[in-house]
């Protein structure tokens, strides 16, 4: 899940920082009247491949090891850096963004690019690598402070004492809202999974809440309440409704009954399988009804403790699919 | 294990939804037009074989955190699933084949019904 933001944050980010963020500022340069054998020096010590020629605090060219080996060919390495440098200089603004300095990367197909504020002075040299570390610095910063708001997530229960904290989630579930169906089982999801809840419990109460979710909007009257309240050891689950009311609770319970109409049929609800689903992924559930009046249920899942030390029971009936529905 | 973006070549599927991740791994398929029934069968990194399209099948494969759902006889989904889908981050595979087609492919490219045992 998470690779998928990841990939279009690299993308935004390229449109977002500007290449003063990932420039080196401070650059080489030459003059005009260096020779390129010590400019080969100035390339080996600084560990460079090139450097602008500056005169007067004025950008005249770009030299590189390029433009070196070439001179090495000719015998020419006493010359003066201005015989053998490019003149054709392709600079970029300091304020402009990264994806400007990309496209003038591909475009011209040079290996560095000189940087210059608006009245043309250079104010720093920009690679490819230069990038590459901006944009992997810039992730890593938002993937820390995901990371630190996901530990504070995660700690909550141990920051707040209390001799029972926990974590009330409240939703409004409007009846055929079919469109906003399991919005709020998927903000319980997404709670679970900040406050590092394990992922077979956060499928289990995803299914749970999904189900009792798609029941008030399939079969109430006039929708209902869906509440997951979560503690460091249990989750619980309850769903209102004000009617219609089950008439026959057990008849209800049985696997394949339904009393959805055809058109809801039709959209692949109405399985009669929330109920039996709900049973199979909760410890516990209850189902309170009166006909007219309205219906209540509650449903039970232990958080880890209770699943590490012996109940795998049905934790294994939750997850392995193996019994016919 | 395949990859969506081989599954998408081989089956010549439409891409809708989210395009982000097609280098995810199948681990194994599913197919059902009933929602409450892939909830209780399907797992995260299976593939969800239905002729269903509305919002709902969003919902349920993200919920689930399925690989991708391939949504068969033509069916197309509306806008609003569409955008529901790409801000879920779930991808919808569309086709004009059947069901019953679509699985036999898959099946032919090595998906099977459950994962394989890790060795």
């Known amino acids: 899940m998470s690779q998928v933001p990841q990939i279009t944050r690299i993308q935004e980010l390229i449109y977002e920082l500007p290449i003063e963020r990932v420039m080196t500022k401070d650059v080489i340069t030459v003059s005009p009247d260096t020779t390129m054998s010590e400019l080969k020096e100035i390339l080996r010590i600084n560990r460079i491949s090139g450097t602008p020629v500056v005169e007067g605090g004025r950008l005249v060219g770009i030299v590189s090891i390029e433009d070196l080996i070439k001179a090495l060919e000719k015998g020419d390495i006493h010359a003066p850096v201005r015989e053998r440098m490019a003149t054709r200089i392709i600079t970029v603004q300091a304020n402009e963004s990264v994806v400007e300095a990309v496209k003038k990367f591909a475009q011209y197909k040079v290996g560095r690019l000189p940087v210059v504020n608006e009245r043309g002075d250079l104010v720093g040299i920009l690679t490819g690598g230069d990038i590459t570390r901006g944009l992997l610095e810039a992730i890593g910063l938002d993937y820390h402070a995901e990371e630190i708001s996901r530990y504070r997530a995660r700690h909550i229960f141990e920051d707040i004492v209390s001799d029972r904290t926990g974590l009330i989630l409240r939703y409004r579930i409007k009846a055929r809202d079919f469109s906003g169906g399991g919005s709020a089982s998927s903000k319980i999801k997404r709670a679970l999974d900040r406050l590092g809840a394990p992922p077979m419990i956060q499928r289990r109460v995803a299914i749970a809440a999904y189900e009792a979710e798609m029941n008030l909007i399939i079969h109430t009257d006039n929708g209902g309440e869906l509440i997951a309240e979560i503690q460091p050891e249990v989750i619980r689950i309850v769903a209102t409704d004000n009617g219609p009311g089950i008439p026959d609770i057990e008849q209800a319970m049985q696997p394949g009954f339904s009393t959805a109409p055809n058109w809801i049929r039709e959209l692949g609800f109405g399985a009669g399988m929330g109920l039996a689903n709900i049973k199979k992924c909760s410890d516990s559930m209850k189902l309170e009804s009166q006909v007219g009046v309205g219906t209540r249920l509650e449903i039970v899942i232990k958080v880890s403790p209770v699943i590490s030390s012996g109940n795998s029971g049905s934790e294994a009936a939750a997850s392995d699919g193996k019994e016919k529905p | 294990m395949i990859t969506l973006s081989e599954i998408v070549q081989k089956l010549s599927l439409e891409v809708a939804g989210s395009e982000g991740n097609l280098e995810r791994r199948i681990v194994a398929g599913y ?89």
Request: charged share 20%.
């Open chain 2, 31 to 119: 197919a059902s037009d009933l929602l409450s029934c892939a909830m209780n069968r399907a797992k995260k990194d299976y593939v969800w074989v239905t002729l269903q399209s509305h919002a709902n099948v969003v919902a349920v494969a993200s919920l689930l955190d399925l690989a991708a759902v391939i949504i068969t006889e033509g069916n197309r989904p509306d806008e609003e699933t569409l955008a529901r889908a790409q801000r879920e981050g779930v991808s919808l595979l569309l086709t004009p084949k059947t069901t019953f087609t679509v699985v036999g492919e898959l099946t032919a490219l090595g998906v099977r019904g459950e994962p394989e045992p890790s060795s």
